[in-house]
């Protein structure tokens, strides 16, 4: 069982894993796949922003390119070129300021911030400006100028005689770089454009006081390094971030974009939302299937116990039916002449009495035989409306009387559960068997008692409907589980040779499965047993039948009536002891009798003479019993026919039967000479 289980659960997990494996692999492609969208949108953005920054030192070049040509300058008139440059930088707002330096002296002439005349040493910036422009001779964007000035520097070079003579430089204000960086960066995302030397001329956040000043390592490491991509690093502020940057080759300034890190961590956390979501649903759905599954093989297997538990009845009912059929035979032989024998020796007590001893132990085993039959299906039972409380109030005497004085019976009946469907015989003798196990079970006394209520859980496994259930309780010693998985066995018994037969319960199941019903068992050891009986619920308006009075009721004694006396009796049986049994019978109670051993010479015998009666065996090889009657009544129309069967055939007969009447083996010559005459009775008019 335990192996069982776990082999469930391995198949609920291998149900699930994939599921799972799939949902887990398709978040990670997700994922990389929505990363590297917001990625190589950052990088575009980045790229963007370099152009627009080129676009606007390339047009401020241009506007500074058309005072290199200048005749002033080439004429070295510098006050009026001074004056020159002065409406020039009026007509760009975001020029702060113009500065001329003389390339040979390596002084700076002017600036536009001082008045003319007053030559200055060169800054830094203007230094390293110069170093390039001499390389290059070509219009070029410097760096910023560190605070308080702040200045972006763009420079033009004007050339004299093959060689560099001046650089023109204008001071733009980063306002107008900041602007352009704002204008792509994504909103609440860090971004800066930093020069050629890795300053910040623009910068989202702390613009005001960043400008000017250098970038952190991670971003002077990343444009040292590559001219494009992407680099992990943490601003001054402390925000880590995941940054693409563009450098552009011309200007060598380059823009940085932090990566927007919602639209990296969203997507990861949605991802894993959704794959633990889908790993719940998974796992919910693999546990079901295993919960279902579980059910589904308990079913099964119940299904399976329930057609064991029936074959096994079913082949057990086959076996016993024969054995009884032909021990019936035999004890209706037995029995009949014992029967003769007692009322020849009437006059010799002592013989009277050993044929009075014979002839109970006998009956003892027809009762044996009955128990037997019981429970074999071919012992067919009348099922119809059974009004517990009759049934109650009937047995109430006898059951008190099997029990003893030790054991207080008492029995509850829900008058909503009156009335069941079943056989009363039969219930009545399931009642007294289970009210003698439960004596058994109680040696030194207790409780019994026998419930009947409406049952409100019932076995999947009967068809819908009410149903009732009656239950018989006692305060004894219970039984183990190995003894509760077996107690319905025929002839499983735990009981000491002689005590027991193991066929009480399996009558008792016998009974509940042919009401169309079922049967178990709860029972703990040392704390007592209930045994349930669910029998199906008596539709409301069902009439009840009044118990029928028991075979064993019948009149044994009665005298025959003497005027149906001598009348000629045919009868056949293949059993000669039995037929020897009849005849005598039949003879001493003053018939004239004719006997066979097969119908065909019945029939001979039918054509030879009139008959009063045909009593005639059911099993007999060629034709049966019911066939000859028929035959008989087409040669003597009217003629009373009585079969004698076994229980075992039982249903075969009544099936068969006819106009025929039945008695029912073993008999003994009292019930015999009553059938007879009552069928000779009902035939005179
Ligand atoms: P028998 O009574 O002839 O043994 P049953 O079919 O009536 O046969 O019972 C089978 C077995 O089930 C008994 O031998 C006994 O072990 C067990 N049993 C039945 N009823 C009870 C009970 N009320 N308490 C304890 N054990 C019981
Ligand atoms: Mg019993």
Same mark, same amino acid.
């Given at each position: 069982?335990?192996?069982?289980?776990?082999?469930?659960?391995?198949?609920?997990?291998?149900?699930?894993?994939?599921?799972?494996?799939?949902?887990?692999?398709?978040?990670?492609?997700?994922?990389?796949?929505?990363?590297?969208?917001?990625?190589?949108?950052?990088?575009?953005?980045?790229?963007?922003?370099?152009?627009?920054?080129?676009?606007?030192?390339?047009?401020?070049?241009?506007?500074?390119?058309?005072?290199?040509?200048?005749?002033?300058?080439?004429?070295?008139?510098?006050?009026?070129? +001074?004056?020159?440059?002065?409406?020039?930088?009026?007509?760009?707002?975001?020029?702060?300021?113009?500065?001329?330096?003389?390339?040979?002296?390596? *002084?700076?002439?002017?600036?536009?911030?001082?008045?003319?005349?007053?030559?200055?040493?060169?800054?830094?910036?203007?230094?390293?400006?110069?170093?390039?422009?001499?390389?290059?001779?070509?219009?070029?964007?410097?760096?910023?100028?560190?605070?308080?000035?702040?200045?972006?520097?763009?420079?033009?070079?004007?050339?004299?005689?093959?060689?560099?003579?001046?650089?023109?430089?204008?001071?733009?204000?980063?306002?107008?770089?900041?602007?352009?960086?704002?204008?792509?960066?994504?909103?609440? =995302?860090?971004?800066?454009?930093?020069?050629?030397?890795? *300053?910040?001329?623009?910068?989202?956040?702390?613009?005001?006081?960043?400008?000017?000043?250098?970038?952190?390592?991670?971003?002077?490491?990343?444009?040292?390094?590559?001219?494009?991509?992407?680099?992990?690093?943490?601003?001054?502020?402390?925000?880590?971030?995941?940054?693409?940057?563009?450098?552009?080759?011309?200007?060598?300034?380059?823009?940085?974009?932090?990566?927007?890190?919602?639209?990296?961590?969203?997507?990861?956390?949605?991802?894993?939302?959704?794959?633990?979501?889908?790993?719940?649903?998974?796992?919910?759905?693999?546990?079901?299937?295993?919960?279902?599954?579980?059910?589904?093989?308990?079913?099964?297997?119940?299904?399976?116990?329930?057609?064991?538990?029936?074959?096994?009845?079913?082949?057990?009912?086959?076996?016993?039916?024969?054995?009884?059929?032909?021990?019936?035979?035999?004890?209706?032989?037995?029995?009949?002449?014992?029967?003769?024998?007692?009322?020849?020796?009437?006059?010799?007590?002592?013989?009277?009495?050993?044929?009075?001893?014979?002839?109970?132990?006998?009956?003892?085993?027809?009762?044996?035989?009955?128990?037997?039959?019981?429970?074999?299906?071919?012992?067919?039972?009348?099922?119809?409306?059974?009004?517990?409380?009759?049934?109650?109030?009937?047995?109430?005497?006898?059951?008190? *009387?099997?029990?003893?004085?030790?054991?207080?019976?008492?029995?509850?009946?829900?008058?909503?559960?009156?009335?069941?469907?079943?056989?009363?015989?039969?219930?009545?003798?399931?009642?007294?068997?289970?009210?003698?196990?439960?004596?058994?079970?109680?040696?030194?006394?207790?409780?019994?008692?026998?419930?009947?209520?409406?049952?409100?859980?019932?076995?999947?496994?009967?068809?819908?409907?009410?149903?009732?259930?009656?239950?018989?309780?006692?305060?004894?010693?219970?039984?183990?589980?190995?003894?509760?998985?077996?107690?319905?066995?025929?002839?499983?018994?735990?009981?000491?040779?002689?005590?027991?037969?193991?066929?009480?319960?399996? *009558?008792? +199941?016998?009974?509940?499965?042919?009401?169309?019903?079922?049967?178990?068992?709860?029972?703990?050891?040392?704390?007592?047993?209930?045994?349930?009986?669910?029998?199906?619920?008596?539709?409301?308006?069902?009439?009840?039948?009044? =118990?029928?009075?028991?075979?064993?009721?019948?009149?044994?004694?009665?005298?025959?009536?003497?005027?149906?006396?001598?009348?000629?009796?045919?009868?056949?049986?293949?059993?000669?002891?039995?037929?020897?049994?009849?005849?005598?019978?039949?003879?001493?109670?003053?018939?004239?009798?004719?006997?066979?051993?097969?119908?065909?010479?019945?029939?001979?015998?039918?054509?030879?003479?009139?008959?009063?009666?045909?009593?005639?065996?059911?099993?007999?090889?060629?034709?049966?019993?019911?066939?000859?009657?028929?035959?008989?009544?087409?040669?003597?129309?009217?003629?009373?026919?009585?079969?004698?069967?076994?229980?075992?055939?039982?249903?075969?007969?009544?099936?068969?039967?006819?106009?025929?009447?039945?008695?029912?083996?073993?008999?003994?010559?009292?019930?015999?000479?009553?059938?007879?005459?009552?069928?000779?009775?009902?035939?005179?008019?």
């Amino acid at each position: 069982m335990r192996f069982f289980r776990r082999s469930l659960i391995t198949l609920g997990v291998a149900a699930t894993l994939p599921t799972v494996v799939f949902v887990a692999v398709g978040a990670f492609y997700f994922l990389r796949a929505e990363r590297a969208r917001v990625e190589a949108d950052t990088l575009g953005r980045s790229e963007i922003a370099t152009m627009l920054v080129d676009g606007r030192l390339r047009r401020d070049l241009a506007a500074l390119g058309v005072l290199t040509s200048s005749v002033d300058l080439a004429k070295g008139n510098m006050r009026e070129f +001074y004056f020159r440059v002065q409406r020039v930088q009026t007509a760009n707002p975001a020029w702060r300021t113009i500065v001329l330096i003389d390339a040979l002296s390596g *002084q700076e002439l002017f600036d536009l911030r001082r008045p003319f005349g007053e030559p200055a040493p060169l800054s830094e910036v203007h230094a390293q400006a110069l170093k390039d422009m001499r390389q290059t001779e070509m219009p070029m964007a410097g760096s910023i100028s560190p605070p308080p000035e702040k200045l972006a520097w763009v420079y033009a070079p004007v050339s004299g005689e093959g060689e560099l003579r001046y650089m023109l430089g204008a001071g733009i204000e980063p306002q107008a770089f900041q602007e352009l960086l704002k204008a792509v960066a994504v909103a609440g =995302t860090t971004a800066a454009v930093v020069d050629r030397h890795g *300053q910040f001329v623009a910068r989202t956040l702390n613009f005001e006081t960043r400008v000017g000043t250098p970038a952190t390592e991670f971003v002077r490491k990343a444009i040292k390094e590559g001219a494009s991509g992407f680099y992990p690093g943490t601003t001054y502020e402390g925000l880590k971030n995941y940054t693409a940057f563009h450098t552009s080759p011309w200007s060598q300034w380059s823009a940085h974009l932090a990566v927007a890190s919602t639209a990296i961590d969203a997507p990861t956390t949605w991802s894993f939302v959704a794959a633990a979501l889908a790993a719940l649903g998974a796992l919910i759905l693999g546990g079901t299937l295993v919960l279902l599954m579980a059910r589904d093989m308990a079913e099964r297997r119940r299904a399976e116990e329930t057609l064991r538990q029936s074959q096994k009845m079913e082949a057990v009912g086959q076996l016993t039916g024969g054995i009884a059929h032909d021990f019936n035979n035999l004890l209706t032989a037995v029995i009949g002449n014992l029967d003769l024998i007692r009322n020849r020796v009437k006059d010799n007590e002592r013989l009277s009495r050993l044929a009075d001893n014979a002839l109970e132990a006998s009956r003892r085993g027809a009762k044996l035989a009955s128990q037997l039959l019981a429970f074999s299906r071919s012992q067919r039972m009348a099922v119809g409306p059974v009004d517990l409380q009759q049934l109650f109030n009937g047995i109430s005497g006898l059951l008190a *009387q099997s029990v003893g004085p030790a054991i207080e019976v008492r029995m509850e009946l829900d008058p909503d559960a009156r009335v069941v469907m079943s056989d009363s015989n039969q219930l009545e003798l399931a009642l007294l068997n289970l009210a003698v196990n439960a004596r058994d079970a109680m040696p030194g006394g207790g409780k019994l008692i026998i419930s009947a209520r409406r049952a409100n859980v019932v076995d999947r496994h009967l068809p819908k409907g009410d149903y009732v259930q009656l239950s018989v309780t006692d305060t004894g010693v219970g039984m183990t589980e190995e003894v509760r998985a077996r107690a319905i066995d025929p002839f499983f018994t735990t009981k000491a040779v002689g005590h027991g037969t193991g066929l009480g319960l399996s *009558q008792v +199941y016998a009974v509940t499965r042919e009401s169309g019903g079922s049967l178990y068992i709860d029972s703990e050891i040392h704390q007592g047993t209930t045994v349930c009986l669910v029998l199906p619920l008596a539709p409301s308006d069902a009439i009840v039948v009044p =118990t029928a009075i028991p075979d064993t009721a019948a009149p044994s004694e009665a005298e025959p009536e003497p005027s149906t006396k001598s009348a000629a009796v045919l009868v056949v049986d293949d059993d000669k002891l039995v037929r020897r049994f009849m005849s005598e019978s039949l003879r001493s109670l003053g018939y004239e009798v004719r006997d066979t051993d097969n119908g065909v010479d019945a029939l001979i015998l039918l054509d030879a003479q009139r008959f009063d009666l045909l009593l005639a065996d059911f099993a007999m090889p060629g034709m049966n019993g019911a066939d000859l009657g028929k035959a008989a009544q087409m040669k003597q129309p009217g003629l009373p026919v009585l079969i004698v069967s076994g229980y075992a055939d039982s249903a075969a007969v009544e099936a068969a039967l006819g106009t025929a009447r039945q008695l029912r083996k073993p008999f003994d010559m009292a019930e015999l000479g009553a059938a007879v005459a009552e069928l000779l009775r009902s035939r005179e008019p």
